[in-house]
């Protein structure tokens, strides 16, 4: 059963602090292999791919090719049926509706002392987009990957997904399709990641990596940073739920549980005023776990991470809120508004008890990639501007670097630097 905590016992802050220094991912050392992967590929190409997608994968490429071809990818919407493509394209919709919305603009104006000055968005070239295949597989991940990326302006969009045995869900296929994904390729783990950094002979390098996986992708991803960009390592599944005794427990056990069958790592907590409602929440977070598929994941979470905040009064619960910096936040109150305005760190925040957080992982239109292990409190969850970047632009004439230069000169001469100097006052004909 989830641990329970009371603000106002005295050993809850030191309880509290315990929670928020948790290690939720596996301790296990992974770097090493995963540099050996990756060399082997800067070295190899295809035949490490071949060679790693055997060993892991148990697959071989010789058979099937590395890539996907279009008649495969045409050929998985035969085995979708109407209502789930109906569903996947709605999806696809709203996020491509809510993420036009957070298309940057350009801006470029002349100051008071002549000098033209702005800056311009411009899109990566191109984008590689990791959809994990090892244990579950998750179409809607390929559309909160994708869609931004195409609202950027991205060209070239390439995915990877491992194919355990040879098997692809259908669904990841057209879900790539329907988002406008370019080129597929059924390979996984550091060897996709490395192979969209450095290139093999098959697949051409990309200079963003996105997407989440298992510890694997996620070291493979951190040692090849720098080489190409990456967006944030997303880790194991979390959310906190605020919510006072007009809910029904029922309503707020399977919020819980929803977050926690993605993950054993994933952690669930459930944040009240009410001692005899947490009560009601946890028995019904043990009467659906009796009946729920992914039981064991869902208990070993709950068991192992969940726990249970009561506060004396809900407004103790935006600070606690703010500390914990969870992926996701539902506040299910009556005041639920007023509660939201006070919290600032939180990857996205479901407000009212019609809210659950699942709409936002599936057709809300906002992005279900968000960040985790508290790193909320600087960071955003995935959109638009993961996949630009900002260039800045300066004109002037003579009599805007006659206004400003001298500034600069001084500035270059106090740093010692003097050919910054006469980069400008050659140009302002002054003497040396
Ligand atoms: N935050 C999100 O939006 C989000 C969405 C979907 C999934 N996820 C997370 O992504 C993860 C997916 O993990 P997964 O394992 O199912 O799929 P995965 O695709 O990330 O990993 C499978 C690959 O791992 C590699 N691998 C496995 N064992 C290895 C070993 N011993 N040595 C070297 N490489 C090895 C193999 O190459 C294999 O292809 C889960 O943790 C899940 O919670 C997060
Ligand atoms: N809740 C997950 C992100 O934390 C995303 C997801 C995909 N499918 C279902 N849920
Ligand atoms: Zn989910």
């Known amino acids: 059963m989830a ?67 279009a008649d495969e990818v045409d050929a998985a919407r035969a085995q979708v049926d109407d209502a ?7 999806a696809n919709a709203r996020i491509l509706d809510h993420h036009s919305r957070q298309r940057p603009g350009d801006d470029r104006y ?6 033209d000055i702005g800056q311009r968005w411009t899109p990566v070239a191109s984008a590689g987009l990791y959809v994990p ?10 559309l909160m990957n994708a869609v931004p990326a195409k609202v950027a302006g991205v060209k070239r969009l390439v995915m990877v997904v491992p194919s355990r045995r040879g098997e692809l869900n259908p669904l990841v296929l057209v879900a ?3 988002a406008g994904v370019d080129e597929i390729y059924r390979i996984g783990g550091a060897q996709a990641v490395a192979a969209l950094a450095f290139g093999t002979e098959t697949i051409k390098p990309v200079v963003k990596i ?9 070291a493979a991803k951190r040692q090849v940073f720098g080489q190409v960009g990456i967006d944030m390592v997303a880790g194991p599944s979390e959310v906190v739920v605020i919510a006072d005794a007009e809910n029904d427990p029922a309503w707020i056990a399977a919020d819980l549980l929803a977050q926690a069958e993605h993950d054993a790592a994933a952690q669930s907590i459930l944040i009240t005023d009410d001692a005899a409602f947490a009560d009601a929440v946890i028995e019904a977070v043990e009467s659906q776990l009796a009946t729920l598929p992914r039981a064991e994941t869902a208990r070993a979470s709950w068991d192992d991470f969940g726990a249970v905040i009561l506060v004396a009064s809900l407004d103790e619960a935006p600070a606690l809120a703010d500390r914990l910096a969870p992926e996701h936040l539902e506040i299910a109150t009556g005041n639920a508004d007023e509660l939201t305005a006070k919290v600032s760190d939180a990857g996205a925040i479901f ?9 936002g992982d599936y057709v809300a239109g906002t992005n279900h990639v968000l960040p985790t292990a508290r790193s909320a409190r600087f960071a955003s969850g995935l959109g638009v501007l993961d996949f630009m970047k900002r260039t800045s632009i300066l004109k002037l004439d003579a009599d805007s ?32």
């Open 210 to 218: 996105v997407g989440p996986g298992n510890a694997y992708v996620a």
């Open 133 to 142: 295949g090892g244990t579950a597989s998750y179409p809607s991940s390929v």
């Open 176 to 178: 790539a399709k329907l």
């Open 84 to 90: 789930t493509f109906a569903a996947l394209e709605l």
């Open 401 to 432: 670097l006659k206004a400003l230069g001298p500034s600069a000169m001084s500035l270059a001469r106090a740093e010692g630097l003097e050919a910054h100097r006469r980069s400008v006052s050659i140009r302002l004909n002054l003497p040396e």
């Open 351 to 359: 407000v009212g008890r019609y809210t659950p957080e699942v709409i």
């Open 3 to 69: 641990q329970r905590l009371d603000t106002r016992d005295r050993d809850f802050e030191a309880r509290f602090t315990a929670l928020l220094g948790e290690k939720r991912e596996s301790a296990a050392d992974v770097n090493d292999a995963v540099a050996k992967i990756i060399a082997r590929v800067r070295e190899e190409g295809d035949a490490a791919l071949i060679d790693l997608t055997r060993q892991f994968d148990r697959l071989d490429l010789n058979e099937t090719g590395i890539a996907v071809s």
């Open 110 to 115: 002349t100051d008071d002392r002549g000098v």
